[in-house]
């Protein structure tokens, strides 16, 4: 029997395959959502969210070369934040050992305290300065690194005593190594009595500051000390009172909701008036560190420190700081560049700023001018008008202004600078520092081409300057200029010329300046009748079309009943004149008789009144065809007259809708539908919520839909599926769908909260052609979009209004930061946390109005429990209204009692 040797063979089972497998297609998943991250990245830099989920997708992979470059790419454009800080910090950390690296780490680390105030940041940096201490000099820097985290964040009231607490148990290291046992000698004796010191120091130094825990930190000194020292005591003291003063802010912040900007500005209102310019400064990075995306608060920041503490290291630290969170606010910008100027920068870093605040993205042309103006002042106090040789910084200061204008121009046009304030400014500058009336004149005169030439403002500050610093011929050449361009307000020109004359020339040129305004104002006044005669025109024309047409429904119903009523048609006479008007008469009769009831219309003052009725039609009539009937004739359809609806089914014209109350629970009330719609739409649009037992759509006379119907559902959970499709839209028309109830119960309730929604944003000023999916694309790169509402008419027209619902209040608010004021298309949106406002009770719920306000509508207008109706005014002439006093008076009787006629009132408006 041949011995056969044994091989090792290493067998894969199947779920090992189908293990690696999977692993293989995850890591190409990933890689290629990392490949398009890094696309939509290099397209759009500024988008936060994608440099985060590309570091997360890296670190996953292990690739910590890509990792090292995506951070990097990242914070060239914004700050970080901690737990970004502190993930890059370990990982490098955890792959660093050599000298060189560690100096890249300490630079890391550098930046990293840079961004925000951070404890974890600056403990975890001297735990890392901690492990250097073998180095030459270690110790010193690490309690340099040290020193500088208690400066940073030592006066944290919640955080900072860890770090007091880590520099004391490191020097309490030191003291142990010092103090081996034994003998020991006299320096060795020297520097154990120095680091006792030291720590001492450093138990008296935490308890002047107050921290939380600091009855534990005092229980540590009592042991550490023989003896507690009465300055020690006292100073404890005092510290615990103004702990106790900051505790309730304390407890605000932390039973808050993040980012608790009102706490934190309650914070900063309480330490301001204490004037402790440190515990200012710690309170106020405390609050930015939560809310670095509001400009206010930054703005606020550096105003404090540009007029109080005035240290140009800090300041400029915070100005660079508050800029990279917001450079969409124009206000950092511009406190930047007068900072800059205030402690004495460059003109080549200035113009630096300049130049990245113009590439920041401004949206306004407002915010453009608004740098740009700025920059011109800044460089305008830079020359010393005094000295002779500043050539060189007014050749600047020309340069920029004319590229501060035509950049202006480039981008907006004359909306750049619709008021010409820079070369308003410039032309101020040429006249009265560089004597050079000349080209000022040539300034303006460009200012007048540029649409101001119109306005009588414009011209009065242009004649001010040549009366301050021209002569008299060029004065009364501006007037007369000014009198013949000044349309809007030509009376200020005019008498700003007359009283130049009688003040400063002679009586000839009074004379000539009189007759030119006079001859000027003559013509203005020609222009307004023509103007008004025209209004006035289009007015009666537009009373008159208002008169001819029916003032409601209501008023029509009301004044055929009343005719009715005067004139009653009997059945027989009913069928014979509409025979007879409209079928049996020839063509030339049927028109005599359409003119002869046009003229009937009119009532003895020639106002047009409704047509008579002819009362209701006998049963079973069926009358002709109504003009452009396309279907059948009467002869055509005789026979099918016979297979009718029985006539219990047949819905009369007002007939009211019959209600089943035995489909209360199970139905639903679908109203707001196009006439256009039948049973099939309405069962497609609401088949998902539940299978539909019966759809009734409400139908008139003539079997035309009235555009409402009643559904029926098999179950309960159909009704609710159903609320939940209101306002969906058929046939580009909102379907309102209401409980099923009686008219008389059916009051129309707003369906929406009216209370503060925090995490519903109100979005207004939107283009109509807005859609709900792309304001949830730009919605959701802000956070989770719950739901997105668009607010319509009932017609379906959109109204420019939307509701953004977020899943959480904190992604709402950063939401409304980041969005509002944003462009969409040529419409700057308004962006706000939702409470919309009180509704109003019911009309039917109301009490009855005591007091009416009178008007040509033809009925009673509610004024007490509404507020003032549209025709709330009287608007008959004084010239027709008479007082019942007045006529008392009067010698003739018969003026008391009359009224002037619709005849005589339309006359009057004609002026005939």
Request: hydrophobic residues 35%.
């Amino acid at each position: 029997m041949s011995e056969e040797t044994p091989m090792d063979i290493t067998k894969t089972s199947p779920e090992d395959e189908s293990s690696d497998s999977d692993s293989s297609d995850e890591e190409e998943a990933n890689e290629l959502k990392i490949k398009q991250l890094q696309a939509s990245i290099s397209e759009n830099p500024y988008m936060y969210d994608n440099h985060v989920e590309l570091i997360k997708l890296l670190r996953e992979t292990g690739d910590l070369d890509r990792q090292r470059s995506a951070r990097q790419a990242m914070r060239e454009i914004f700050p970080l934040a901690e737990d970004l800080w502190l993930q890059w910090l370990k990982d490098e950390i955890s792959c660093r050992d050599d000298d060189q690296d560690r100096s890249e780490i300490i630079e890391l680390f550098e930046n990293a305290v840079q961004d925000y105030l951070s404890v974890p940041i600056w403990l975890e940096y001297v735990q890392y300065s901690i492990g250097g201490m073998a180095r030459e000099g270690g110790i010193e820097e690490i309690r340099r690194v040290f020193e500088r985290s208690l400066t940073a964040a030592g006066l944290h009231v919640s955080k900072g005593h860890v770090l007091w607490e880590a520099y004391r148990e490191f020097e309490t290291a030191i003291l142990g190594g010092l103090q081996p046992g034994g003998f020991q000698s006299k320096e060795q004796q020297e520097a154990v009595d120095l680091q006792i010191e030291r720590i001492t120091a450093l138990f008296k130094r935490q308890l002047a500051v107050p921290l939380l825990g600091m009855k534990s930190t005092f229980g540590e000194y009592k042991d550490w000390v023989d003896q507690i020292d009465k300055h020690v005591k006292t100073t404890y003291d005092r510290t615990i009172e103004k702990l106790q003063a900051l505790q309730p802010f304390e407890e605000a912040l932390q039973n808050g909701t993040a980012p608790c900007l009102e706490e934190y500005l309650s914070y900063i209102e309480h330490e301001e008036k204490k004037s402790d310019p440190a515990r200012i400064q710690c309170i106020y990075e405390r609050a930015i560190q939560e809310n670095c995306l509001i400009p206010d608060l930054w703005i606020r920041y550096t105003n404090y420190l540009d007029t109080k503490l005035k240290i140009a290291g800090v300041i400029m630290n915070v100005y660079d700081r508050a800029i990279r969170n917001c450079p969409w606010s124009v206000n950092l910008w511009i406190g930047k560049i007068r900072a800059m100027e205030r402690h004495n920068q460059k003109i080549d870093t200035v113009k630096d700023v300049i130049e990245t605040a113009l590439n920041s993205g401004f949206t306004q042309a407002a915010e453009y001018l608004s740098v740009w103006t700025a920059y011109i002042d800044f460089l305008r106090r830079r020359i010393d008008w005094e000295a002779t040789d500043h050539v060189k910084e007014l050749e600047q200061f020309h340069l920029s202004i004319e590229r501060a204008i035509d950049h202006l121009t480039q981008l907006f046009g004359n909306e750049g600078d619709p008021t010409c304030s820079l070369q308003r400014y410039w032309a101020f500058i040429e006249v009265k520092f560089c004597k050079n009336m000349t080209k000022s004149r040539e300034i303006w005169n460009d200012i007048m081409q540029r649409g101001n030439g119109n306005k009588a403002e414009m011209w009065m500050e242009f004649i001010r300057l040549e009366r301050a610093y021209g002569d008299s011929k060029h004065i009364r050449k501006v007037f007369q200029r000014a009198i013949n361009s000044a349309n809007d307000w030509p009376e200020l020109v005019c008498e700003a010329y007359i009283n130049y004359e009688r003040e400063e020339g002679t009586l000839e040129n009074f004379d000539i300046a009189s007759q030119k305004c006079e001859a000027q104002l003559a013509r203005i006044a020609d222009r307004r009748a023509v103007a008004a005669e025209k209004e006035a025109e289009f007015e009666t024309q537009r009373k008159n079309q208002k008169k001819k047409a029916p003032a409601n429904k209501k008023q029509v119903f009301k004044k055929t009943e009343q005719i009715k009523k005067k004139e009653p048609q009997t059945e027989a006479k009913w069928s014979d004149q509409v025979s007879s008007s409209r079928i049996t008469q020839p063509k030339t009769e049927q028109d005599s008789g359409l003119k002869r009831k046009h003229e009937e219309m009119k009532d003895e003052d020639g106002f047009a009144v409704p047509q008579k009725s002819l009362g209701p039609p006998p049963p079973g009539f069926k009358g002709p065809p109504p003009p452009g009937f396309k279907g059948t004739t009467p002869v055509e359809s005789k026979q099918s007259d016979h297979v009718s609806e029985p006539p219990e089914k047949k819905l009369k014209e007002d007939e009211p809708v019959k209600f089943h109350t035995e489909m209360d629970d199970t139905s639903v009330f679908v109203s707001n539908l196009l006439y256009n719609v039948d049973e099939e739409k309405i069962r497609q649009a609401l088949c998902e919520c539940g299978e539909i037992k019966e759809i009734r759509l409400v139908k008139n006379f003539k079997g035309k839909s009235k555009g409402f119907a009643y559904v029926q559902f098999k179950t309960m959970a159909g009704v609710e599926n159903a609320f939940k499709l209101d306002r969906k839209m058929i046939d580009g028309r909102p379907m309102f769908i209401s409980p099923c109830k009686e008219k008389t119960q059916r009051n129309k309730v707003f369906k929406y909260s009216t209370n503060l929604e925090k995490n519903k944003l109100f979005v207004k000023n939107l283009p109509f052609t807005c859609t709900r999916e792309a304001l949830h694309t730009i919605f959701s790169q802000h956070g989770e979009v719950k739901d997105v509402r668009l607010v319509t008419h009932r017609s379906g027209a959109p109204k420019g209004l939307a509701y953004i619902e977020y899943v959480d209040e904190t992604e709402a608010k950063n939401a409304v930061l980041k969005t509002d004021e944003l462009m969409i298309g040529d419409h700057k949106i308004s962006v706000a946390i939702s409470q919309p406002p009180d509704r109003k009770t019911p009309l039917n719920s109301r009490p009855e109005p005591t007091t009416y306000t009178p008007s040509l509508g033809g009925g009673k207008k509610e004024s007490a429990t509404r507020g003032k109706a549209h025709t709330a005014l009287m608007l008959m002439p004084r010239s027709v209204q008479r007082k019942p006093e007045a006529d008392k008076e009067t010698s003739n009787p018969s003026a008391s009692t009359s009224r002037m006629s619709n005849a005589d009132f339309r006359n009057m408006l004609l002026k005939k």
